[in-house]
């Protein structure tokens, strides 16, 4: 099992471009996060999506839109990128109950 | 608002010494996880804890649940080097679908 695995690894972007971020989970969990996470920040949710077909918006939700593809993948996108948005972005899944299983990561630098 | 406050928030410690922080709410949840994150990588779970006044030991680590359920800590025995990270807690409440984390304390064992 490979658990929750994150595409790309590394991304520069320049102000006002737009990508996606992919997320794919085989742990057959329903509910599935992103995450950005700042310096002394801690972790902030973005979106989540508690089973396929469903999302709902987080705590820092502006500047992001969200796929739930399918019970496995999620993905984040960035339709116009800003500095503010340079972060490290992770995602995350979870079954039954609140105990989350994350991805190594996404590196993002917005210039 | 931050619903999760953890202390301290930089805690810097020589091996073997012993050590405690701590996760704190005025909510209460039905159950706390506790996640550690070493540089470069996601948050992996260490435990969960879901009745109050529960004890959960892994190891040299011992979580403690608060009676009503709004506090939790987390207590090392003889630190080593290899508990060096960033210790996360993150609070779940019934049907919200998400958890709340903390900002984290980040730990430092010197040898």
């Known amino acids: 099992n490979a658990g929750v695995t994150q595409t790309p690894k590394f991304q520069v972007l320049k102000t006002g471009q737009s990508m996606t971020l992919q997320c794919a989970q085989d742990?057959?969990?329903?509910?599935m996060y992103w995450y950005r996470q700042d310096p002394g920040m801690g972790l902030r949710l973005i979106y989540y999506?508690?089973?396929?077909?469903?999302?709902d918006k987080g705590e820092v939700p502006n500047g992001y839109n969200v796929s739930r593809l399918n019970k496995r993948e999620f993905s984040l996108r960035l339709e116009s990128a800003a500095p503010s948005q340079t972060s490290v972005y992770f995602c995350?899944?979870?079954?039954?109950?609140?105990?989350?299983?994350f991805g190594p990561g996404t590196r993002l630098t917005v210039t | 608002t931050q619903l999760l406050e953890q202390s301290p928030q930089f805690l810097s410690i020589q091996e073997g010494e012993n050590l405690t922080v701590y996760c704190n709410s005025s909510?209460?949840?039905?159950?706390l996880q506790w996640y550690r994150q070493e540089p470069g990588e996601g948050p992996v779970l260490l435990v969960t804890?879901?009745?109050?006044?529960e004890v959960k030991k892994l190891k040299r680590l011992t979580f403690q649940f608060g009676d009503a359920r709004k506090d939790s800590s987390l207590h090392i025995t003889a630190a080593q080097p290899g508990d060096t990270g960033l210790y996360l807690c993150?609070?779940?409440?019934?049907?919200?679908?998400?958890?709340?984390f903390g900002d984290g304390t980040t730990l430092t064992v010197k040898p």
């Open positions: 995350a899944s979870s079954g039954v109950g609140y105990e989350q299983y």
């Open positions: 742990m057959n969990h329903n509910s």
């Open positions: 999506s508690a089973s396929e077909g469903t999302t």
């Open positions: 909510s209460v949840f039905s159950s």
């Open positions: 804890v879901v009745t109050g006044g």
């Open positions: 993150a609070g779940a409440r019934t049907n919200a679908g998400k958890s709340t």
